[in-house]
């Protein structure tokens, strides 16, 4: 009889283990939100949230936290690229990730003469290498007034000519 008693008071308690639910609120002191205000990491609104809540937003499905200062991402994913080509005919950059999804991008507008040539200016540094680090140096009286676009330089962005110098200026400064 004892034993029967304790297999079913066992039988009990794992029934009533069995039904406990665990939410979100029950391992942290945060709220679930929802809606279509957050579309973005960094959003601001919904205001009033505490550290730690989370938004779904109900059209995407993305899960944002609010860490204090604005809505972040949960976590990101870490698409792979499978390749990544440039075509020089066509001047495409295409990449293709580990899901099959690809992006081109049409880089034509990015695209010199490559060639810097000029009597006022000077090409100093790694001027062979692509993309390398370089310095230009424009040469004096190379800037003169018909280069310059009306209302370019006024009046307080000129420096004093030093000491025994007068700067004049018209009506119009």
């Known amino acids: 009889m004892k034993k029967a008693i304790l297999l079913i008071m066992f039988l009990i308690s794992g029934f009533a283990m069995a039904q406990t639910t665990v939410n979100l609120e029950d391992q942290c002191n945060c709220e679930v939100l929802s809606g279509t205000l957050v579309t973005a990491p960094g959003a601001t609104t919904p205001t009033g949230a505490d550290v730690g809540d989370v938004y779904v937003n109900t059209d995407t499905g993305t899960i944002y936290f609010w ?47 490559g060639n810097i040539t000029s009597t006022t200016i000077d090409v100093g540094g790694d001027i062979n290498a692509l993309l390398g680090d370089v310095t230009l140096e424009i040469a004096d009286n190379a800037v003169t007034n018909a280069k310059l676009a009306d209302d370019a330089v006024q009046t307080e962005n000129i420096l004093s000519g030093g000491n025994d110098k007068v700067l004049v200026t018209d009506a119009v400064g």
């Open 67 to 113: 860490d204090g200062d604005s809505w972040e991402l949960t976590s990101t994913d870490s698409q792979q690229l499978q390749v990544f080509s440039f075509n020089p005919v066509n001047n495409e950059l295409t990449l293709t990730l580990e899901n099959g999804g690809s992006f081109n991008a049409d880089l034509s507008s990015l695209a010199g003469d």
